[in-house]
């Protein structure tokens, strides 16, 4: 009888632990808007935003105040809307450091769409 107890705890500690770890890792991934995977390109804009996430080093570069500032992640409730709208243009043709030099091309190229929906999913920064 001992046994079957002990047999019952050992299989319950097993599965919590399981559960833990899978809710921490979904939690995790469900922390970027984006889906990341090796060897997509390495900047995303987000139109509604005016903002970008470099997909190499995991930060997003945003304005606060009129100034460029890099994080993890945004501010909460930044710029009033929701990065899981799954509106964000993938930035092809740029693989430098500084991706806000092209928001002006952007803002034209891409501008905000409530439904987000582009006719064109890459930018382009010529």
Do not use: C
Request: hydrophobic residues 35%; proline residues 4%; neutral net charge.
């Amino acid at each position: 009888m001992k046994t079957i107890k002990l047999t019952i705890i050992f299989g319950m500690v097993l599965i919590s632990s399981n559960l833990s770890a899978q809710v921490m890792a979904n939690s995790k991934e469900d922390s970027s808007p984006v889906e990341l995977s090796k060897g997509t390109s390495r900047y995303y804009y987000f139109p509604n935003l005016q903002a970008y996430f470099d997909n190499i080093n995991l930060v997003y570069y945003f304005k606060v105040n009129n100034e460029w500032q890099t994080a993890e992640e945004l501010p909460e409730n930044y710029g009033g809307y929701s990065l899981y709208n799954k509106a964000y243009v993938i930035i092809k043709d740029y693989d430098g450091e500084n991706p806000q030099q092209f928001l002006n091309v952007h803002k034209k190229l891409y501008p905000y769409n409530a439904r987000g929906r582009y006719t064109n999913a890459t930018a382009s920064s010529d």
